[in-house]
């Protein structure tokens, strides 16, 4: 089992819908959990950080966190064609300083 | 702030020799990580040093890979020989390191990378 899971996508959404991003994680014990966009060819951009359960909303951004599930969820908010990128999810390994990233997620969004 | 500075952005080169890839980190940054993206593995951390101490290279590929870190502003990645399976994108990133292990919201700043062609 890979330590943090995404759908590698692409999730396409029209514009002005919610789009819905989703990564689970394998290590329970761990605490950080942050959000990167990515362009093609540039590279990951921090966009949320989330360390406590529930919601944690940033501007059209929303990161949901469940540790009981080990689910972290990212909510776009009337989507833009300028948010189509991957969008990595990253995990702080207990007791460690390193992020581990999942595969990432493509999301499309259509004029 | 000039951010994470990677030199160069572009590098291609011919299986057998020796490169070298440099990172500048932002300043007052004192953790440092070295990270391969590939379509197929996506990012993969291949070391990192707190205060220019390595803490972790159990990514490190093998021992053609090597790095070094001598001062607080500076940091090389060696691959001696390449070989065409580590054509790749390298990312720097810096970070403050967090104060406790308890949690902490610190993320990285990447740098814009270079891209490797091993051929």
């Known amino acids: 089992q890979k330590e943090v899971e995404q759908n590698s996508g692409p999730l396409s959404v029209p514009e002005g819908a919610i789009a819905s991003l989703n990564c689970t994680y394998s290590?329970?014990?761990?605490?950080?959990f942050f959000w990167y966009r990515q362009y093609s060819g540039k590279s990951p951009e921090l966009i949320m950080s989330?360390?406590?359960?529930g919601d944690k909303e940033d501007g059209r951004f929303t990161a949901q966190l469940n540790k009981a599930s080990q689910y972290v969820s990212l909510l776009i908010r009337d989507s833009q064609p300028s948010d189509s990128a991957t969008y990595l999810c990253a995990v702080r390994v207990t007791g460690f300083q390193k992020l581990v990233f999942g595969t990432g997620t493509r999301l499309l969004v259509s004029p | 702030d000039a951010g994470v500075i990677q030199s160069p952005r572009h590098e291609v080169t011919e299986m057998g020799q020796e490169v070298t890839l440099r990172c500048k980190p932002i300043s007052g940054h004192n953790s440092l990580f070295w990270y391969r993206q590939t379509m197929m593995r996506g990012l993969e951390l291949l070391i990192y040093f707190n205060n220019n101490v390595p803490i972790d290279d159990s990514g490190m590929p093998e021992d053609r890979f090597s790095a070094k870190m001598p001062n607080a502003s500076f940091s090389t990645l060696k691959i001696q020989p390449s070989e065409p399976r580590d054509s790749a994108v390298y990312f720097c990133?810096?970070?403050?390191?967090?104060?406790?292990?308890?949690?902490?919201?610190?993320?990285?700043?990447f740098g814009s990378g270079t891209r490797l062609t091993v051929v």
């Open positions: 989330i360390y406590s359960n």
């Open positions: 290590d329970r014990g761990s605490q950080s």
């Open positions: 990133a810096s970070s403050l390191r967090p104060l406790t292990n308890r949690g902490d919201h610190y993320g990285y700043t």
